[in-house]
């Protein structure tokens, strides 16, 4: 059984940082491409940060310079390190992983974890 786990979400004050978790257990071989999403009340899911087949990074515009994503192949793991966070940032946060299987290539969302910035 393939789980994706989240963790490292939170309060937290504006200009403050967090770190969010997303591991991947099961019988996986690696991590071939993954994203981080949010959805805030009322709006639809977006794209923030992610990792693609290449190894290289991406981010939307309104993050960019104060988060950065990275993965631990190792620890089948990837992280989104948010800093100088605003009230705009408060979410659910998601991970979407494409992994590497021996049935092929398989995606999983994690289940998301809050996170809230205040003023």
């Known amino acids: 059984q393939v789980q994706l786990v989240q963790s490292g979400g939170g309060l937290v004050q504006a200009g403050g940082s967090l770190r969010l978790s997303c591991a991947a257990s099961g019988n996986i071989f690696g991590i071939n491409a993954m994203g981080w999403y949010r959805q805030a009340p009322g709006k639809q899911r977006e794209l923030v940060a992610g990792i693609s087949r290449t190894g290289r990074p991406v981010y939307v515009d309104s993050v960019k310079g104060r988060f950065a994503v990275s993965k631990d192949s190792a620890k089948n793991t990837a992280y989104l390190q948010m800093n100088s966070l605003t009230p705009e940032d408060t979410a659910v946060y998601y991970c979407?992983?494409?992994?590497?299987?021996?049935?092929?290539?398989?995606?999983?969302w994690g289940p998301g974890t809050q996170v809230t910035v205040s003023s």
């Open positions: 979407n992983m494409d992994l590497s299987s021996p049935v092929g290539e398989v995606a999983y």
